[in-house]
Structures are given as C-alpha cells and as structure tokens.
C-alpha cells in the first residue's frame, strides 16, 4: 500500500512525512491485532497527524503571515496557496489595506480562482500571467513596519 502511494505522484517533502509516518504507525502495531481494531487506531492516528502537523501548523503560518502584511503593502503571489489565500483574507478582514497580484501559469491557472476569492472579499488583485512577473515586479513594494 504504501508503495502504492508513493507511485501515484511525486513525492512532496510533506507527502513523504505523512508516508514515514503512517509506515511508523503500521509497523509499531501489535501483530494479534483485530483488523478492525488496527483501522480504528491508524485512523485515529491520522487524524491526529492531520490535526497537528497540517491544521495547527496552517493556523501558525497564517498568524505569523499576517503579522508580516502593512497598509500600502503589494504582495506578489503564484498560483493558489489555501495558506497564503487564508493569510490575504484574514489580513483584509483585520483592516489592512494592501494589494495583491496574482501571478499564473498553466497548465490548470489555479491563481484564477485565488484571484477570484481575494476580490470576493474586496481585495485590490492584478491577474497577470507568469511571463509578465519581470513587468509587474517594479510594482511590489512592503512597507516598513510601525
């Protein structure tokens, strides 16, 4: 199974975590184990993993993201991130003012849809396509913080 797994993509750094882990899980378990009973403890374990190594570290990301974001601030992004799209809406939903562009490629142009969900929320967003990124960059600027 877990060969299986790691065949169907390329492993990511995150991806290959998840994998050790729950190879780790298999192996530490009791081998009289009911079937059942070894499910319900994997599953059990994996949401814990998902709690703690994805849940809690997007909500520590997200924080220490938005500390970083200033009135008059352009923030260049690519593509579509939840953390950063979380990070962008709760900065505006805390007041600031700042712009964001969206830089895009193919083949899926996922950036279409974070520009989407930031004007959603009223954010300033500017679409360009990766290839404009050297145009565009003269416009990114962070402001100094108070």
């Known amino acids: 199974m877990i060969s299986f797994l790691v065949q169907c993509r390329p492993l990511s750094i995150s991806m290959g975590a998840a994998i050790r882990f729950l190879r780790d899980r298999i192996t530490k378990l009791r081998h009289n184990v009911e079937l059942e009973e070894a499910k319900r403890s994997l599953k059990e374990e994996i949401d814990r993993f998902l709690l ?3 849940e809690l570290a997007d909500v520590v990301i997200c924080d220490y993201g938005m500390s970083k974001i200033n009135d008059g601030d352009v923030i260049l992004t690519y593509a579509r991130s939840q953390v950063v799209e979380q990070i962008l809406i709760r900065a505006r939903e805390e007041g600031k003012s700042f712009q964001v562009i969206v830089a895009d490629g193919g083949p899926l142009h996922e950036g279409k849809e974070l520009m989407k969900r930031l004007s959603a929320v009223g954010l300033d967003v500017t679409y360009v396509l990766v290839n ?5 960059m003269k416009q990114v600027r962070r402001e100094p913080s108070a």
């Not at 404009?132 to 565009?136: E, G, L, S």
């Open 52 to 54: 703690e190594k994805i």
């Open 132 to 136: 404009a990124v050297p145009y565009v």
